[in-house]
């Protein structure tokens, strides 16, 4: 474990918790679309101009144009459809269960494994992890659900958000074989923008946002999107992607910190026992456990 992992790890659970709190915020104001629009558009414009210090702006514009379509393809699976299903499934219920909702995306991406990545086909503690952390979805989702069945459609939404984001990821796994995460990152956060553009356009309000509307947007863009990805992968690279995975654990209850203490919203027995479901879930289905306990186990004695 290096000296900045621990710095890294509660530094990017304290900025991804508190994105859950920044939504639910300006949904007060702005549609999902143009919520999201701003966010990405401005994470790409940072993302661009951390690449172009780095490798000068002629070159940093070729190296995004030549991951070409794929980066529409991640920036549409990877980011604008799952950031939009949150923002629109926290119009109907709170930032701590939305979090706890997102929490489920490890289990998704061993889900999809089944089926398209043969060597990480699950079975044992693994296969009983995924459906723990089924039954903690339909807990946190259908158990006395706030909001009646728009809270429970809001639940799904973040869930799907979920399932695109695990999909997202194992995209993300084969193409930045050959390409620097960075140029990636922003290629994609690009692709986002663009594709979020004309629903954007089309739903943008009436009037201009208050000051809080405005700085969610900017917290999202700045801090939640652009330097979350950037502190992200400095951890993989200094720690690996078993540890950076761990922040999965982190983000609900950092997000029901920020829920509750800023927002003042509830947080009920419903939420607690989908949570421990989706984490203890997330703890088997990724191997995680099973990986631990190998490395506890003694070495065996030489022949």
Request: without cysteine.
């Amino acid at each position: 474990m290096s000296r900045l992992y621990l710095p890294l790890l509660i530094s990017l659970a304290a900025i991804w918790g508190a994105s859950f709190m920044f939504i639910k915020v300006a949904d007060r104001e702005l549609e999902p679309t143009t919520l999201m629009f701003g966010r990405t558009a401005l994470a790409a414009a940072l993302l661009f101009a951390v690449l172009a210090s780095q490798a000068g702006a002629r070159r940093a514009a070729s190296e995004v144009r030549a991951v070409g379509w794929r980066a529409v393809v991640l920036g549409i699976v990877g980011a604008a459809l799952p950031f939009t299903l949150i923002a629109w499934g926290e119009t109907h219920v709170d930032s701590g269960v939305a979090a706890i909702g997102n929490a489920s995306m490890p289990i998704f991406v061993a889900l999809i494994a089944l089926r398209y990545q043969h060597s990480e086909r699950s079975s044992g503690l693994r296969l009983v992890g995924i459906l723990v952390g089924l039954v903690g979805v339909a807990v946190l989702a259908g158990i006395h659900p706030r909001g009646g069945w728009w809270g429970v459609a809001g639940t799904l939404a973040v869930v799907v958000a979920s399932v695109a984001y695990a999909i997202g990821s194992l995209l993300g796994q084969r193409m930045v074989e050959g390409t620097r995460p960075l140029v990636l990152t922003t290629a994609s956060m690009t692709g986002a923008a663009l594709a979020l553009l004309p629903f954007a356009l089309a739903q943008l309000p009436d009037e201009v946002p208050g000051w809080k509307t405005l700085g969610s947007v900017a917290a999202l863009g700045i801090a939640g999107t652009a330097i979350g990805q950037m502190l992200y992968y400095r951890m993989l690279e200094t720690d690996g992607s078993a540890r950076a995975s761990l922040v999965t654990y982190l983000l609900p209850v950092t997000a029901l910190f920020y829920g509750a203490g800023l927002l003042g919203e509830p947080i009920t027995v419903e939420e607690i026992l989908g949570l421990v479901l989706i984490l203890a879930g997330v703890a088997f289905g990724s191997g995680m456990v099973r990986s631990a306990w190998r490395r506890r186990e003694p070495a065996p004695a030489p022949q």
